[in-house]
């Protein structure tokens, strides 16, 4: 009975051809439902991708308890690894960890916080995708909403995440400098 439970679950899975490695990683990112979409286009583009590659390195900001990290490393050619974290007493602590890659016909930022109660990643849809500018949204998570990432020259960042563009009044600023 055990081994036909665990059939029927599992075999609708490599129908659909998901690779259960890749979710036991939390990189499994969920399609985005069409009728969600900003402006009906999704970005997936090779070089829309490639352009996100300037996030690579590390970047600081200052906040009151201190300085605050994102570093982003390359995983492969469809695939960044970034995390957010601060240092305290010699110690790393993350507070995020992202995985911003291209799968599935898509470029997806799917980001997994500390929070024990929430182990899986939140995925965001990149929706808007200029020369400096990008942004990734999810319109069915509570908040944020977006995430936007905007350059400024090659060592400064302004990144935001706010409530979407009806309550963008939400908006919380993040600015950046590229430390190496």
């Known amino acids: ?5 665990i059939i029927i679950f599992f075999a609708p899975l490599f129908w659909a051809g998901w690779d259960l490695s890749v979710i ?26 490639n352009r996100l590659k300037a996030l690579l ?29 601060r240092v305290a007493g010699g110690d790393t602590i993350v507070r995020e960890r992202v ?8 470029v997806v930022y799917a980001v997994t916080g500390s929070d024990p ?14 020369r400096k500018r990008f942004v990734f949204a999810n319109p069915t998570h509570d908040f944020p909403k977006r995430i936007v990432y ?8 302004h990144a935001w995440i706010d409530g979407g563009e009806k309550d963008a009044a939400t908006r919380v600023d993040y600015y950046y400098r590229r430390v190496k």
């Open 24 to 49: 036991g990683n939390r990189e499994y990112v969920p399609e985005w439902p069409g009728e969600l979409a900003v402006g009906g286009q999704l970005y997936q583009d090779k070089k829309d991708f």
């Open 57 to 85: 390195g590390t970047w600081v900001r200052q906040t009151s308890a201190g300085p605050g990290y994102e570093e982003w490393v390359i995983g492969n050619d469809d695939n960044l690894r970034g995390r957010e974290y």
């Open 1 to 5: 009975m055990k081994t036909c439970l």
């Open 99 to 106: 995985n911003l890659a291209r799968k599935q016909q898509q």
């Open 150 to 157: 905007e350059f400024s020259g090659t060592d400064s960042l």
């Open 117 to 130: 109660r929430e182990p899986l990643p939140v995925a965001f849809f990149l929706v808007e995708a200029g």
